[in-house]
């Protein structure tokens, strides 16, 4: 696996006025987050770009439900963020963006995505070019809608999780939850209505329970993710 380098040093983000500032503001302050380490070689006590994220991501008070790290393989890759965008709302992938044989993450979130987020990827490209020039281009990272969760795709270098997190994710974590959720998604089940104590409650939903609150990232059974 090889994955274009990128500095640790970021632009700091702009603040966000008019709707986006709004929105900000209603976003809630603790999001559901999945990390996932593509990599032949490292191991959870050598993941130092999971160790990164995880850190970072408990420090502004939001909540890691799952981690892992998985081979340079489609199908673990796959198997792991379908699992993923079940439980989390934002599912952090890194690894496995780059050019060579073994590079395999792009193409499959690729095949997961029902609606792109191409800015991550230019906005990503933009700040590793600032950094190392031309060598910018060899990062495929990547993001977007999968069901009811936002995946984002990123070289596997600690200084380009740092770039990416630092000069994009650090503060639009809730952001990202509150667009995700303030209209449902389509395939997304919706939670059961709130019943009263004299009401029966229903049946449950197939897919629901358990797992993110409202019930954002479940899939209907025999959704083909």
Do not use: C
Request: overall charge neutral.
């Amino acid at each position: 696996m090889t994955d274009a380098p990128a500095g640790t040093h970021s632009p700091s983000p702009v603040q966000p006025g008019g709707s986006a500032g709004s929105h900000r503001g209603a976003a809630p302050q603790k999001v559901r987050v999945a990390i996932l380490t593509v990599s032949d070689t490292r191991t959870p006590e050598t993941d130092t770009s999971g160790q990164f994220l995880r850190a970072e991501i408990e420090a502004h008070g939001h909540e890691v439900v799952a981690y892992r790290v998985v081979k340079d393989d489609a199908v673990q890759i796959r198997s792991a963020l379908v699992a993923f965008t079940r439980e989390a709302t934002v599912v952090l992938s890194s690894g496995g963006t780059g050019i060579t044989g073994r590079d395999v993450t792009v193409p499959v979130v690729e095949s997961l995505i029902t609606k792109p987020i191409p800015g991550f990827g230019e906005l990503f490209r933009m700040l590793s070019y600032q950094q190392v020039g031309g060598a910018a281009m060899l990062s495929r990272a990547v993001a977007g809608l999968v069901r009811g969760a936002v995946v984002f795709a990123m070289p596997g270098s600690l200084n380009a999780v740092q770039t990416a997190w630092n000069g994009i994710l650090k503060d639009e974590l809730g952001h990202l939850a509150f667009e995700v959720e303030r209209h449902g998604q389509p395939g997304v089940l919706a939670p059961p209505p709130i019943t009263g104590p004299d009401t029966p409650a229903p049946p449950p939903m197939p897919g629901a329970g358990g797992g993110v609150a409202a019930g954002l990232g479940r899939h209907k059974k025999g959704g083909g993710l």
